[in-house]
């Protein structure tokens, strides 16, 4: 029997049969069985279309013809170990330097997002002749060992004695429910100095920073937005200490923040980080990845004597494919699509604030586990993400369309309002399940959401909930 012909559960069966438990999906407790796709929609095996809001790994639009067909045509000439000579290998790395500052010229392919954190690690250690990482509060980098111990996302939940003692957290640099807000003076600093103060306590107990590492807008860990000046500061701490920045553009790289190509651009000319790594959007959902880096991490790599080589990184097909994605973003002016789109989708949002009160402001929004399972039955998919999964994040392939976003927050209103009946209706009861009030903290809305009680009255949590684009 070929793939895809196969009856909804009987695929449900098979994969609880064959696959390891631990490898989770999407709405697990009714999955969807996608069949085909195309630019930002999806169809299961009955032909419903369901709206994609998920996907920043078909980052041009799923199966857009111009990739399948370059990927297509290099499949019928050649597919070969990356250590012969082939031309797409030099053209895609000199077409993909060209979107970098010039300080960044040398680049390793590999084939996933984990594999380039996992050899910028490596580079980085190198180079320094130092141990030590510091990394952000909530991060994910990856699913290799040592990214796990470098992603307190994953890692949250261990004992302090399985922790890496190489492994040092800091606060993740969010203005809007961190340590630091918007109404700090210089939350750029405050944030920057909590790095530098984790490097003066590194160096009293004898270790030396090898690496910084971020990703340039903090995605899993809630959608987080770095204070403009946050970065420089930082690179400066960990330079000085001997130390290298590493930007994780896995997720949020190639033109998805609509003005500049790479989201570390954001904070600024002024800013280019040591090493650069790159991946799921890079193939629009081929499997290649990138490490970009200077020459000097290079030279330093090398000179271990330890030759580095990678079967499948920046195969021909690969390539082939890459240079179609950088083509594709250009010709059909993705990066403009999402400035303007993406301006549309917050004044969209915006004009929600206004209609609802669960809503705290358009980057952190109050959107719970119910929320986006409701848009799946509307045939809109959307995630969850953030420390407590509570922010519903929006990551379409960059093709979305205005008429796609009024899709989406039509729906939206729909759930809200709905949502909002039923906490009116329940707002003076106080049964076995009693819904808190919003209340203010700082100066910012938050709502306590569902909670179980076994009291008489409302109880408050302060996991607050939110949303970002």
């Not at 390793?108 to 594999?115: A, C, K, M, P, T």
């Amino acid at each position: 029997m070929s793939a895809g012909t196969l009856d909804k559960n009987t695929t449900i069966d098979l994969r609880k049969k064959h696959v390891g438990p631990s490898c989770k999906i999407f709405f697990s407790h009714d999955p969807i069985k996608i069949v085909r796709a195309k630019g930002q929609y999806m169809y299961d095996e009955k032909g419903q279309r369901y709206l994609d809001c998920i996907n920043n790994v078909a980052h041009v639009g799923h199966c857009h013809p111009d990739v399948v067909k370059a990927g297509a045509q290099q499949m019928e000439q050649l597919n070969t170990n990356s250590r012969f000579l082939h031309d797409n290998l030099v053209l895609y790395a000199q077409k993909l330097q060209a979107t970098l500052p010039s300080k960044l010229s040398v680049c390793y392919f590999v084939n996933s997002g984990s594999e380039a954190n996992d050899l910028a690690l490596r580079l980085a250690w190198q180079y320094t002749g130092h141990k030590d990482i510091i990394t952000l509060e909530n991060a994910y980098h990856g699913h290799v060992s040592s990214l796990i111990d470098i992603s307190p996302y994953k890692f949250h939940q261990l004992s302090d004695a399985e922790h890496n003692p190489s492994v040092h957290v800091a606060p993740s640099p969010d203005v809007y429910r961190g340590k630091y807000r918007a109404d700090h003076p210089d939350p750029a600093t405050a944030y920057a100095d909590e790095v530098k103060n984790i490097i003066e306590k590194v160096d009293k107990k004898g270790g030396k920073i090898a690496a910084f590492i971020a990703e340039s807008l903090q995605s899993c860990g809630g959608q987080v937005i770095p204070p403009v000046g946050y970065f420089q500061q930082v690179a400066k701490h960990v330079r000085e200490a001997g130390g290298v920045f590493i930007a994780d553009e896995v997720q949020v790289g190639f033109g998805r923040v609509g003005s500049h190509f790479w989201a570390f651009q954001l904070q600024g000319d002024d800013f280019v980080p040591d090493i650069v790594t790159m991946g799921k959007p890079i193939g629009n959902g081929h499997p290649m990845s990138c490490v970009v880096t200077t020459t000097e991490v290079a030279e330093a790599f090398m000179s271990t004597g330890m030759e580095y080589f990678n079967t499948f990184g920046g195969n021909p097909v690969s390539c082939a494919i890459g240079l179609a994605v950088l083509d594709v973003i250009v010709k059909d002016d993705l990066q403009g699509n999402a400035v303007r789109v993406g301006r549309y989708l917050v004044s969209q949002l915006e004009k929600q604030k206004e209609k609802h009160s669960l809503i705290g402001d358009i980057r952190e929004r109050k959107m719970t586990e119910m929320f986006f399972l409701r848009l799946k039955e509307q045939h809109i998919l959307l995630s969850a993400d953030g420390p407590h999964r509570n922010v519903l994040k929006f990551k379409p392939p960059m093709c979305f369309s205005a008429e796609d976003v009024d899709e989406v927050v039509q729906k939206i209103d729909h759930i809200l309002t709905g949502t909002q009946i039923t906490l009116s209706l329940y707002s003076h009861r106080r049964h076995h399940f009693l819904i808190c009030e919003m209340f203010k903290e700082n100066g910012h809305q938050r709502d306590a959401g569902f909670v179980q009680s076994r009291a008489h009255g409302p109880q408050h949590t302060k996991q607050g909930k939110r949303v970002k684009t």
